[in-house]
C-alpha cells in the first residue's frame, strides 16, 4: 500500500492519540501501525520515534524483536498455521508441508502476486481443535491434509 | 435469568457506597424474578471455530419467527470448557445440553425442546463407554468431576455485561474489603489461604502482596499476566475473555492491600477476544464507580490500562513483561533485585497471573479457611488445566489439585481416541517435562509435578499416544524455544542453538551415544547458567524425554529407527498386497510418486520421489499403506 507524507502524517496523529502517545504503550501503538498499513514502514517508524521522542533504534529494536511485526508490506490474505504443541502433537507439521506446497512459498514470505503471506505461529489459545490454520483471522480447526487446498482456494 | 436486555435502558450512575452497590444488585436481582427459559450459546473462540456465531444468529432469528424473543433469553456467553464437542448450547432451567450444535439444529431445538417440553435426542452427549445420550450437563463426565469454581460462572454470564456480573455477586469481595478491612487483614487472608501463583513458578501470593507493600516508594504496581505464551495453555485467554470481572476485582483488592494505584493488564495481541472484553469491562467498571477514583466512595483510587504483547514466549516472564510494558525490547534482567522492590519504572511492582487474580474474590468472599479445604498440604485451590492432544474429550478443566492424572486423563478426558495406547502426558509447557504411564496415579500439585522433572506451569496438559515420538518431541520444545530465547545471556542463546544440533541428528539417524551425553552435560550447564527461566528451565523437555524414554532415543541412535515412525530420515513409507488400486492415494501424493498398475493390483510407490509427507497413509481407508 502506497501511502503519502501527508496522509501517514494524519494516520499516525490518531494511531499515537488513541495510545496516549505513551512510550509504554510502543508495543501496542506498534501494532495498530502495522493493523492500519499492513507492514511498519520506514517512514512510519521514524514518526513514531519523533512524536514519542524515543531513539529510532529503540522504535526499531522492539519492531524486530517482536515476531507480530513485519518490516516490509504483506500479501492481501494472511495465512498463519499454529505449530503449537497440541496442534503439533495432531500433525500440525504435514498441515504445514501441505500449505507451503500449495502456496509455493515458505514461513515468513510472500507468494508473487502479493496475494498470500504464509506465518507459522506458536499458539493461538485454541488448542482443542488442533491442527489449526487461520486465514485473515478466520479460524479453521481440526484441519485435515486434504482440507488445506479447499480452504486456499477459497481466496485465490 | 441473565439476559442481554437488562443491561440496556438503566441510567448509569456512579456507586457511591457498598450501600448503592447493594441496591443495585438487588434491583437487578428483582428485574430477573421472573426467571425465563434460557438460551446460552458458547461464544468462546474454540465454539467460534466451529460456527457459533452463526448458531447465535440462527436463534435470534427463529425465535423472533416464532415469536419469542421477549419470552425466552438468549445469551452469547463465555466459554463453557467441552471445546471439542462445540458448538455448545445449554437450555435452562433443566440444564440440558447440546453438543455439536450447527445451524441447521436451531429450528428444531427451538420447536422441541422451548416449545414442547423435549429433548432432541441426537444433539445429546453419548456415553463413550455405554454410547447412552446424556441429558444434562452436571451428568456428563467431563463435566461431573471437575470442581468449576473460577469457571462456573463462564456459561451464565454474557461477558460484556457487567450487570450478570453482579446478579452473581459480583463485587461483593470488593465491596467487603474496601469497608473496613485494612491492607494488611487482606494480605493476611490471603497469606492464611496458601494461594500459590498459578504462572508456573507457584511462589505464595501473599508473600509476594507484603513484600510490594513493605517496599519503598510511593509509586506502586499491580500487572496481570495475560500474556500466555506457553503453547497448549488457554485457560487464562478463557478467563479474560469469559469472565473478566472476575479478574478486575481481584486486581483492585491486590492494589488495595499492596496500597497501588495504577495497574496494568498484559495481554497477547494474539487473543483478540480477551483485549476488547477486558476494555469493556473496565470500561463498565469505571462508570459503575468500581474503577477509577474513590472507589465505592472509599477514598481508594486505582486505575488500569491494557498493554498487548507483541508474541514473544519470553515476556510471559516477569522482568522481560515489565521491559516491554516499558516500551523497551522484551528481554529479562538478572533478579538480585526483586520486582517487588524494582520493577516496572523501577518501581515495586507485584505481578500476578490472570488465574491467580481470579481466585481472589473468591477467597475474600468464601473465607481463607474454605479456600485450604481444596487441594493438597502444599496446594490450595482448584486448577485449570487445558486438555488437549490426543485425549478423547479435549477442552478446559477445572479441577481440585491432588486429583491424579489418570482422573484427568482417563476419567474426564475419556482416555485415548482411536483405540491407541498412552504414552505420556507433558505438562508446564516448554519449561516443563514428559510424564510416562506409570507415574498416571500422581496426585497433580506444585511439588509433585517438580519431583518426577516436569512443573506445574500455567496448566497446559498435552496427551501423547503411541504415534508421537519423544525424541522429536523434545526436538519440537528445543525448536520453538531456539525461536523465542532471547538472545542475551549465552548459555541459553548458544545452549539451544547446539542442542537443537544435537537433536536433529540424532532424528536425522547421524547420531551417537556421545550426542546424548553431551545433550546431557549442556543440560545441567544451562540448567545452572542460564539468566531467566526460559533458559534454565529450557533443558526439562530433553531430561524428562531421556529419563522416562530411554529406549526410543537408543532405538534413534543404535538401531537408526523411530520406533513411533516419526521421524522422516528413519522411515519409509511402502504399499502392501492388501491395495485394491482404489486411487486415492494416488490423487493425494503431491510429487505424483504413486502410480497405478491395473485393475485390483496395487499401486506402485516411486520411493526416490516420495517425500514421506504421509498423504497416501492418512488417505487409505483399508490400512494397505505401511510405515517402516
Given at each position: 500500500m502506497k501511502v503519502n507524507q501527508r496522509q501517514l502524517k494524519s494516520k499516525m496523529k490518531r494511531i499515537l492519540g488513541r495510545n496516549g502517545s505513551d512510550r509504554g504503550m510502543l508495543v501496542s501503538i506498534l501494532q495498530d501501525t502495522q493493523a492500519e498499513f499492513g507492514y511498519l514502514s520506514r517512514e512510519a517508524i521514524t514518526e513514531i520515534s519523533k512524536q514519542l521522542d524515543v531513539p529510532l533504534s529503540q522504535v526499531y529494536g522492539v519492531a524486530t524483536f517482536f515476531k507480530a511485526f513485519s518490516l516490509t508490506p504483506r500479501g492481501r490474505h494472511q495465512v498463519q498455521v499454529c505449530l503449537g504443541t497440541a496442534c503439533h502433537v495432531r500433525g500440525a507439521e504435514k498441515i504445514l508441508d501441505t500449505v507451503k506446497r500449495e502456496?509455493?512459498?515458505?514461513?515468513?514470505?510472500?507468494?508473487?502476486?502479493?496475494?498470500?503471506?504464509?506465518?507459522?505461529?506458536?499458539?493461538?489459545?485454541?488448542?482443542?481443535?488442533?491442527?489449526?490454520?487461520?486465514?485473515?483471522?478466520?479460524?479453521?480447526?481440526?484441519?485435515?491434509?486434504?482440507?488445506?487446498?479447499?480452504?486456499?482456494?477459497?481466496?485465490? | 435469568m441473565p439476559g442481554e436486555?437488562?443491561?440496556?435502558?438503566?441510567?448509569?450512575?456512579?456507586?457511591?457506597?457498598?450501600?448503592?452497590?447493594?441496591?443495585?444488585?438487588?434491583?437487578?436481582?428483582?428485574?430477573?424474578?421472573?426467571?425465563?427459559?434460557?438460551?446460552?450459546?458458547?461464544?468462546?473462540?474454540?465454539?467460534?471455530?466451529?460456527?457459533?456465531?452463526?448458531?447465535?444468529?440462527?436463534?435470534?432469528?427463529?425465535?423472533?419467527?416464532?415469536?419469542?424473543?421477549?419470552?425466552?433469553?438468549?445469551?452469547?456467553?463465555?466459554?463453557?470448557?467441552?471445546?471439542?464437542?462445540g458448538a455448545l448450547v445449554v437450555i435452562s432451567p433443566q440444564n440440558i445440553f447440546y453438543q455439536r450444535v450447527r445451524e441447521k439444529d436451531v429450528s428444531e431445538i427451538v420447536t422441541k425442546t422451548l416449545i414442547e417440553g423435549q429433548v432432541v435426542e441426537h444433539l445429546l452427549y453419548p456415553d463413550p463407554v455405554t454410547g447412552k445420550r446424556i441429558a444434562h450437563e452436571h451428568e456428563v463426565p467431563f463435566y461431573a468431576k471437575q470442581k468449576r469454581l473460577l469457571l462456573e460462572n463462564n456459561s451464565r454470564i454474557n461477558p460484556e455485561s457487567i450487570e450478570d456480573y453482579l446478579y452473581f455477586g459480583g463485587y461483593v469481595a470488593l465491596a467487603k474489603v474496601t469497608s473496613g478491612i485494612t491492607p494488611e487483614a487482606v494480605i493476611e487472608e490471603i497469606k492464611t489461604s496458601g494461594l500459590r501463583g498459578r504462572g508456573g513458578g507457584g511462589f505464595p501470593t501473599g508473600r509476594k502482596w507484603e513484600t510490594t507493600r513493605h517496599a519503598k516508594g510511593d509509586v506502586k504496581y499491580v500487572i496481570c499476566n495475560c500474556d500466555e505464551g506457553d503453547p497448549g495453555a488457554y485457560m487464562d485467554r478463557s478467563l479474560m475473555e469469559s469472565n473478566p470481572h472476575s479478574v478486575l476485582e481481584g486486581m483492585i483488592i491486590g492494589a488495595y492491600a499492596i496500597g497501588a494505584h495504577e495497574g496494568y493488564i498484559y495481554i497477547r495481541n494474539e487473543y483478540p477476544l480477551a483485549v476488547k472484553n477486558a476494555a469493556t469491562a473496565i470500561k463498565l467498571a469505571e462508570e459503575y464507580g468500581l474503577l477509577g477514583d474513590n472507589i465505592l466512595g472509599s477514598g481508594f483510587d486505582f486505575h488500569v490500562?491494557?498493554?498487548?504483547?507483541?508474541?514473544?514466549?519470553?515476556?510471559?516472564?516477569?522482568?522481560?513483561?515489565?521491559?516491554?510494558?516499558?516500551?523497551?525490547?522484551?528481554?529479562?534482567?538478572?533478579?538480585?533485585?526483586?520486582?517487588?522492590?524494582?520493577?516496572?519504572?523501577?518501581?515495586?511492582?507485584?505481578?500476578?497471573?490472570?488465574?491467580?487474580?481470579?481466585?481472589?474474590?473468591?477467597?475474600?468472599?468464601?473465607?481463607?479457611?474454605?479456600?485450604?479445604?481444596?487441594?493438597?498440604?502444599?496446594?490450595?485451590?482448584?486448577?485449570?488445566?487445558?486438555?488437549?492432544?490426543?485425549?478423547?474429550?479435549?477442552?478446559?478443566?477445572?479441577?481440585?489439585?491432588?486429583?491424579?492424572?489418570?482422573?484427568?486423563?482417563?476419567?474426564?478426558?475419556?482416555?485415548?481416541?482411536?483405540?491407541?495406547?498412552?504414552?505420556?502426558?507433558?505438562?508446564?509447557?516448554?519449561?516443563?517435562?514428559?510424564?510416562?504411564?506409570?507415574?498416571?496415579?500422581?496426585?497433580?500439585?506444585?511439588?509433585?509435578?517438580?519431583?518426577?522433572?516436569?512443573?506445574m506451569g500455567s496448566g497446559a496438559m498435552i496427551v501423547m499416544d503411541e504415534n508421537n515420538c519423544m525424541v522429536d518431541m523434545a526436538k519440537y520444545f528445543i525448536t520453538f524455544l531456539l525461536g523465542e530465547s532471547c538472545g542475551k545471556c549465552l548459555p541459553c542463546r548458544e545452549g539451544l542453538k547446539q542442542m537443537h544440533y544435537l537433536l536433529t541428528r540424532i532424528t536425522d539417524g547421524k547420531g551417537t551415544?556421545?550426542?546424548?551425553?553431551?545433550?546431557?552435560?549442556?543440560?545441567?550447564?544451562?540448567?545452572?547458567?542460564?539468566?531467566?527461566?526460559?533458559?534454565?528451565?529450557?533443558?526439562?523437555?530433553?531430561?524428562?524425554?531421556?529419563?522416562?524414554?530411554?529406549?526410543?532415543?537408543?532405538?534413534?541412535?543404535?538401531?537408526?529407527?523411530?520406533?513411533?515412525?516419526?521421524?522422516?530420515?528413519?522411515?519409509?513409507?511402502?504399499?502392501?498386497?492388501?491395495?485394491?488400486?482404489?486411487?486415492?492415494?494416488?490423487?493425494?501424493?503431491?510429487?505424483?510418486?504413486?502410480?497405478?498398475?491395473?485393475?485390483?493390483?496395487?499401486?506402485?510407490?516411486?520411493?526416490?520421489?516420495?517425500i514421506k509427507c504421509g498423504s497416501c497413509y492418512d488417505v487409505c481407508k483399508l490400512n494397505a499403506v505401511q510405515v517402516k
Open positions: 502456496l509455493g512459498i515458505k514461513p515468513g514470505e510472500n507468494d508473487k502476486g502479493l496475494n498470500f503471506s504464509l506465518e507459522t505461529v506458536n499458539c493461538v489459545g485454541a488448542c482443542a481443535l488442533g491442527p489449526i490454520v487461520i486465514v485473515d483471522g478466520k479460524y479453521s480447526g481440526e484441519m485435515k491434509i486434504e482440507a488445506v487446498k479447499p480452504l486456499l482456494d477459497g481466496y485465490k | 436486555s437488562v443491561s440496556e435502558g438503566r441510567t448509569l450512575k456512579k456507586l457511591r457506597s457498598p450501600r448503592e452497590l447493594e441496591e443495585l444488585r438487588k434491583t437487578i436481582v428483582k428485574e430477573r424474578e421472573v426467571q425465563k427459559p434460557s438460551i446460552s450459546v458458547c461464544a468462546g473462540t474454540g465454539c467460534n471455530t466451529l460456527g457459533s456465531g452463526s448458531v447465535i444468529n440462527a436463534f435470534r432469528a427463529e425465535l423472533e419467527k416464532q415469536e419469542l424473543t421477549s419470552k425466552v433469553d438468549l445469551l452469547a456467553s463465555g466459554c463453557h470448557g467441552f471445546c471439542e464437542r490500562k491494557i498493554s498487548r504483547g507483541g508474541g514473544a514466549f519470553v515476556c510471559g516472564e516477569s522482568t522481560a513483561l515489565m521491559a516491554s510494558l516499558e516500551g523497551k525490547v522484551g528481554e529479562p534482567r538478572a533478579k538480585y533485585v526483586h520486582t517487588s522492590e524494582k520493577g516496572l519504572w523501577d518501581k515495586p511492582s507485584n505481578l500476578n497471573n490472570v488465574e491467580t487474580w481470579a481466585n481472589v474474590p473468591l477467597i475474600i468472599n468464601n473465607g481463607a479457611k474454605w479456600f485450604v479445604g481444596i487441594g493438597t498440604e502444599g496446594s490450595k485451590g482448584t486448577k485449570i488445566f487445558s486438555l488437549v492432544g490426543k485425549v478423547r474429550n479435549t477442552g478446559l478443566v477445572e479441577v481440585p489439585m491432588g486429583i491424579t492424572l489418570r482422573e484427568i486423563i482417563f476419567d474426564i478426558g475419556g482416555g485415548i481416541p482411536g483405540n491407541k495406547e498412552f504414552k505420556a502426558v507433558q505438562t508446564g509447557g516448554p519449561s516443563g517435562g514428559f510424564i510416562p504411564e506409570k507415574l498416571l496415579d500422581l496426585k497433580v500439585d506444585f511439588d509433585e509435578l517438580t519431583r518426577v522433572g516436569s512443573m551415544m556421545a550426542d546424548i551425553e553431551l545433550a546431557e552435560s549442556l543440560s545441567s550447564t544451562m540448567l545452572d547458567t542460564s539468566l531467566c527461566g526460559l533458559g534454565y528451565s529450557a533443558p526439562n523437555p530433553v531430561l524428562t524425554s531421556l529419563r522416562y524414554f530411554r529406549d526410543e532415543w537408543l532405538a534413534h541412535v543404535e538401531e537408526k529407527r523411530c520406533p513411533a515412525k516419526v521421524c522422516k530420515e528413519l522411515i519409509t513409507y511402502n504399499i502392501t498386497e492388501k491395495c485394491p488400486n482404489c486411487g486415492l492415494c494416488v490423487k493425494a501424493c503431491p510429487e505424483k510418486a504413486i502410480t497405478p498398475q491395473g485393475k485390483k493390483k496395487p499401486v506402485l510407490l516411486d520411493q526416490k520421489k516420495c
